[in-house]
């Protein structure tokens, strides 16, 4: 129900463009809060690329189908009063996390059991890799923890805002100056395992040659907290949130594309949004969960820093098969990643050349293997994603063009994936297998989701583009207008929208003076659990009286040791 310290004050309204994760979650928070919420959406469904497609009894996600950080996501719907289960949200662990496959037919098996993982790092690294291998885990952790209170909690509205004596303290412990590969390079000794444990930079639309360091807190999570799927799919948490903010009174308008964001005369202010069809709709508070690119570009009055932001790097696009396989695929699991041989080179090629790679490196997912409802009885539903370079309409000769004959090009990825799924796996006739297919390309992505370039995952998060050097929150020169979603602070990814929606909307509370209607308090599993118990009590650091005593006594004795030993070789 609406927050009890609002009732009887008149309701502010917030009108909120994109139901995407951000926009979703952003509803809830604020009808929770008190305001009259209304959600235009330009699609016929919510969830934005965290949705998902249908083909007779094959359910396809059409984006994210990993939930990683669980945490946030309990945190989510605490924070709503409720929880994933009452909500009917079903999570299932995979595990494996991944089978990973190598162009000369070797496979690793990628696990969050640690029996299964010791002899598998040890198959290729020795007995002192898995020694390794835990280190290379405990820095996953510290950058994890770090991210998660000092980052994903935060907001940075402005430089100074990164001057804060705790994050310029603990920042110094994190791998920020050096790039994914080459920390991963700091414990694995095999280019095969500095790949297994890099390849996740992928999901942030960058290359592990770039990445910082810091993103080793995703094959973190993936190992230390596993690899989870919604029974009948990733979409089933956002419906959940929705289910939530109705429920607290939101107005979701569907097919209600935006045409520009209304403003004051003096344009100091939004006051609203015009749809395509022609209608207004006036609101105190506008949020934008649009593509920030496109919003600036499109909904907005033209500006120096609207041009800016689209000369920012942007994320990789992808061509995502989805696949009606006549029978099952058993070759496969749940989640499979097959490497190109030449790894750096087929990054260089998206990334740098905005292309695709000869021989790319792609994912492949079967849901099925731990979600019967994701296919009919004895049959699959395939989802192949491959990287690749966004739009770019530039005439620089790099990447690909919007006017580009884009049924060669997928013809072309097709039997590239194929072909090296049959020669790596032993699967076979799989072309006949393929009962139906959807197609994604980087247009679909843009003309589907406004996405700029196509990119997937907005702008790209390396440090240049993270914290205060993000795109704010909250407009710079116009009030009432604020930012959730990939492209603005915190960053991209479900989990991380999640929070992000948590940063903008107590944003909003602060700015119109609205008590927060959740607690504050320390994050679930911050503190070890408390019982009462004398075995319970925290001893970190603890040295009882007769320990000091004897270090004391220990600490004379060697030092008058290295005294008397010191004067007799130096008389």
């Given at each position: 129900?609406?927050?009890?310290?609002?009732?009887?004050?008149?309701?502010?309204?917030v009108?909120?463009i994109?139901?995407g994760v951000?926009?979703?979650?952003s509803?809830?928070?604020?009808?929770?809060a008190?305001?009259?919420?209304t959600?235009?959406?330009?699609?016929d469904?919510?969830?934005?690329?965290?949705?998902?497609?249908?083909d007779?009894?094959?359910?396809?996600d059409?984006?994210p189908?990993?939930l990683?950080i669980?945490?946030?996501?309990?945190?989510?719907?605490?924070?709503?009063?409720?929880?994933?289960?009452?909500?009917?949200?079903?999570l299932?662990?995979?595990n494996?996390?991944?089978?990973?496959f190598f162009h000369?037919?070797?496979?690793i098996v990628?696990s969050?059991?640690?029996?299964?993982?010791?002899?598998e790092?040890?198959k290729w690294?020795?007995?002192?890799?898995?020694?390794?291998?835990?280190?290379?885990l405990?820095e996953g952790?510290?950058?994890?923890?770090?991210?998660l209170?000092?980052?994903?909690?935060?907001?940075?509205?402005?430089?100074?805002?990164?001057?804060?004596?705790?994050?310029?303290?603990?920042?110094?412990?994190?791998?920020?100056?050096?790039s994914?590969?080459?920390?991963?390079?700091s414990?694995?000794?095999?280019?095969?395992?500095?790949?297994?444990?890099t390849?996740g930079?992928?999901?942030?639309?960058?290359?592990p040659?770039?990445?910082?360091?810091i993103?080793?807190?995703?094959?973190?999570?993936?190992?230390?907290?596993?690899?989870?799927?919604?029974?009948g799919?990733?979409?089933?948490?956002?419906d959940a949130?929705?289910?939530?903010?109705?429920?607290?009174?939101?107005?979701?308008?569907?097919?209600?594309?935006?045409?520009?964001?209304?403003l004051?005369?003096?344009e100091k202010?939004?006051?609203?949004?015009?749809?395509?069809?022609?209608?207004?709709?006036?609101?105190?508070?506008?949020?934008?969960?649009?593509?920030?690119?496109?919003?600036?570009?499109?909904l907005?009055?033209e500006?120096k820093?609207?041009?800016?932001?689209?000369?920012?790097p942007?994320?990789c696009?992808?061509i995502?098969?989805?696949?009606?396989?006549?029978r099952?695929?058993d070759?496969?699991?749940?989640?499979?990643?097959?490497?190109a041989?030449?790894?750096?080179?087929?990054?260089?090629?998206?990334?740098?050349e905005?292309?695709?790679?000869?021989?790319p490196?792609?994912y492949?997912?079967a849901?099925?293997?731990?979600?019967?409802?994701?296919?009919p009885?004895?049959?699959?539903?395939i989802?192949?994603?491959?990287p690749?370079?966004?739009?770019?309409?530039n005439?620089?000769?790099?990447?690909?063009?919007?006017?580009?004959d884009?049924?060669?090009?997928?013809?072309?990825?097709?039997?590239?994936?194929i072909d090296?799924?049959?020669?790596?796996?032993g699967?076979?006739?799989?072309?006949?297998?393929?009962?139906?297919?959807?197609?994604?390309?980087?247009?679909?992505?843009?003309?589907?989701?406004n996405?700029?370039?196509?990119?997937?995952?907005?702008?790209?998060i390396?440090?240049?583009n993270?914290?205060?050097?993000?795109p704010?929150?909250?407009?710079?020169?116009?009030?009432?207008l604020?930012?959730?979603?990939?492209?603005?602070?915190?960053?991209?990814?479900?989990?991380?929208?999640?929070?992000?929606a948590?940063?903008?909307?107590?944003q909003?509370?602060?700015?119109?003076?609205?008590g927060?209607?959740?607690?504050?308090?320390?994050p679930?599993?911050?503190?070890?659990?408390q019982s009462?118990?004398s075995?319970?009590i925290?001893?970190?650091g603890s040295?009882s009286?007769?320990?000091i005593?004897?270090?004391?006594?220990?600490?004379v004795i060697l030092g008058a040791?290295?005294t008397?030993?010191?004067?007799?070789?130096?008389?």
């Amino acid at each position: 129900m609406p927050h009890q310290g609002l009732l009887g004050m008149e309701k502010k309204s917030v009108v909120i463009i994109g139901a995407g994760v951000g926009g979703c979650a952003s509803a809830a928070r604020l009808a929770k809060a008190g305001f009259k919420v209304t959600v235009v959406e330009k699609n016929d469904f919510t969830g934005g690329r965290c949705s998902l497609i249908y083909d007779g009894e094959h359910r396809f996600d059409q984006g994210p189908s990993l939930l990683l950080i669980p945490e946030l996501f309990h945190e989510t719907f605490a924070d709503l009063d409720t929880t994933m289960a009452e909500e009917g949200v079903e999570l299932l662990q995979c595990n494996p996390n991944y089978q990973v496959f190598f162009h000369d037919n070797e496979r690793i098996v990628l696990s969050s059991d640690l029996a299964q993982m010791k002899p598998e790092i040890e198959k290729w690294e020795g007995k002192d890799g898995f020694k390794r291998y835990l280190s290379f885990l405990a820095e996953g952790h510290v950058n994890y923890e770090f991210s998660l209170k000092k980052v994903l909690r935060k907001n940075f509205p402005s430089f100074l805002s990164m001057m804060r004596p705790t994050l310029l303290k603990d920042i110094l412990g994190v791998a920020i100056a050096t790039s994914l590969y080459t920390r991963a390079s700091s414990y694995f000794w095999t280019d095969r395992l500095r790949r297994c444990f890099t390849f996740g930079s992928m999901y942030l639309g960058m290359s592990p040659y770039d990445a910082p360091g810091i993103y080793s807190l995703l094959q973190y999570t993936e190992l230390a907290e596993g690899v989870w799927y919604p029974r009948g799919g990733f979409h089933k948490v956002i419906d959940a949130i929705v289910k939530i903010g109705k429920g607290m009174g939101v107005d979701y308008q569907l097919n209600s594309p935006v045409s520009s964001i209304l403003l004051s005369e003096d344009e100091k202010q939004a006051v609203g949004v015009v749809l395509q069809s022609g209608r207004h709709i006036q609101a105190d508070i506008v949020l934008v969960n649009a593509d920030l690119v496109y919003a600036y570009n499109n909904l907005l009055p033209e500006t120096k820093y609207s041009r800016s932001l689209t000369k920012r790097p942007a994320s990789c696009s992808s061509i995502s098969f989805y696949w009606s396989m006549n029978r099952t695929v058993d070759e496969l699991s749940a989640h499979n990643i097959f490497l190109a041989e030449h790894y750096r080179e087929s990054f260089d090629d998206i990334f740098k050349e905005l292309n695709m790679p000869d021989e790319p490196s792609f994912y492949v997912h079967a849901p099925a293997r731990i979600d019967s409802t994701a296919a009919p009885e004895g049959k699959d539903s395939i989802v192949v994603l491959v990287p690749t370079g966004h739009l770019n309409d530039n005439d620089d000769g790099k990447g690909f063009k919007s006017t580009d004959d884009w049924n060669k090009i997928v013809n072309r990825v097709r039997d590239l994936v194929i072909d090296t799924i049959e020669r790596r796996t032993g699967a076979r006739d799989l072309r006949a297998a393929i009962a139906s297919e959807q197609v994604n390309t980087p247009t679909t992505w843009r003309e589907r989701f406004n996405l700029e370039k196509g990119g997937i995952l907005g702008l790209t998060i390396d440090f240049w583009n993270a914290l205060a050097f993000r795109p704010k929150t909250k407009h710079s020169t116009i009030s009432g207008l604020y930012f959730v979603g990939a492209s603005t602070h915190p960053g991209t990814g479900v989990p991380v929208c999640l929070a992000g929606a948590k940063i903008t909307t107590e944003q909003i509370l602060d700015d119109f003076k609205v008590g927060k209607p959740w607690s504050p308090a320390t994050p679930p599993n911050t503190h070890a659990k408390q019982s009462g118990s004398s075995l319970d009590i925290e001893r970190i650091g603890s040295i009882s009286g007769l320990e000091i005593w004897q270090r004391i006594i220990l600490a004379v004795i060697l030092g008058a040791s290295i005294t008397i030993i010191l004067q007799r070789i130096f008389g």
